[in-house]
C-alpha cells in the first residue's frame, strides 16, 4: 500500500493479492472455513483520493459503474464503520479508481477497505496501529487485515489472523482474468460436497521457499485447494492455464476462489514475454506484476 499526500487530499494506492498456498481444514462452529494461506500483495492497483468533506457523512464516486457507489460497497462501510468506532473529525469522500478486477480472487475489494482504513488514519492523524485497525477491518471482512499488513503473510482462522513472512527475493507475475467468474460461495459449496479438502497440504514448503529466495522452488511449491473446482465451474480458468503453458509460463494456479490465473516468473523480462505472447491470442485482462517489498506503513 503506497500514501501520497496531495494538498488536503491523500491518494492511496491498494494493491492486488495473489494466494501462494491455501489449503481448507474444514468448517468452524461458526460456519466459516478454517483456513491457511500464504497471500501476497502485488503491484496491480486500484487508487483511492481521500479528502475531508465540509460537511458530515461519507460519499464514495467509483470509476466502475457496475459496482455499488454507496453503503454496499466495501470502502464506503470502512469509513463508515471506522467513523462508529473512533468518531473520524469531519465528513469524508472518497474517489475509487478501479483497475483490479471485481470478483477474480485478487483481493480488490478487501484491499479498498484496508486503503480507506489506514488512509483515514494516516489523513486525519487518528494515531492508529496496524492492531488496532485490524479489530474492525476483521468485522468487515477476513481477507482486509492481511492488506493491513501488506508484503507477504501466512494467514489463518477465516483469514484474520496474519503473521507476516520474510520474501528473500523478489517475485514476478503474470496475472490473467477470464470472463467468466467464479462466485466464492459456490466454489466453497462444490468443494465440501465434493470431498476435495480429505487429503491436507502444509503451508511449511512454501514459507521455507520464500525464505530461500529461490524463485523455482516458490514455483515448484504453489498450492490452491481451489484450484480443481474453479476448473470446473468456470472452464476458461482451465483454458487460461493452457494458455499461459503454452507461451511459456511454467505453471499457472488461481488465486483466491478464481478465475484469475497467475504465473510465477524470477526475471521481469520474462514475465513481460509471455504476457505479450498471450495479449496477442486475444486474452483481454492480463497484468504484469511483481510482489510489494515492504508492509504497510500506517
Known sequence: MKFTPNGDSLIVDCP???????????????????IETVMQAVTLYDRLTLRPR???????DCSDPTLPQG?????????????????????????????IPAGA?????????AGVLAGLNRLFGLGLSVEDLCRPASELGSDI???????????????????????????????????????????YRTLDSAGLTNEKRSASFMLDSLQSGDIERVR??????????????APDVGRTKNMLAAHGARGAWVSGSGSAVFAVFPAAEDAATV????????????????????????
Request: aromatic share 6%; hydrophobic share 35%.
Open 54 to 60: 465540509g460537511q458530515s457523512g461519507i460519499s464514495l
Open 105 to 113: 480472487g485478487l483481493g480488490g475489494g478487501s484491499s479498498d477497505a
Open 145 to 187: 487485515p492481511f492488506f493491513l499488513y501488506g508484503a507477504t503473510a501466512l494467514c489463518r482462522g477465516r483469514g484474520e489472523r496474519v503473521s507476516p513472512v520474510p520474501a528473500a527475493a523478489p517475485i514476478h507475475y503474470v496475472i490473467c482474468c477470464p470472463e467468466q467468474p467464479v462466485p466464492t460461495a459456490e466454489a
Open 16 to 34: 492486488a493479492k495473489v494466494n501462494l498456498f491455501l489449503e481448507i481444514h474444514g468448517i468452524r462452529p461458526d460456519g466459516y472455513h478454517e
Open 220 to 233: 515448484n511449491h504453489v498450492f490452491n485447494r481451489f484450484g480443481e473446482v474453479a476448473e470446473r465451474l
Open 275 to 298: 504476457a505479450r505472447r498471450v495479449r496477442q491470442c486475444g486474452c483481454r485482462q492480463v497484468f504484469v506484476a511483481r510482489s510489494e517489498k515492504t508492509t504497510t506503513e500506517t
Open 71 to 99: 453503503a454496499e460497497n466495501l470502502a464506503y462501510r470502512a469509513a463508515d464503520l471506522l467513523d462508529g468506532t473512533v468518531g473520524l473529525p469531519s465528513g469524508v469522500s472518497i474517489r475509487l479508481d478501479k483497475q
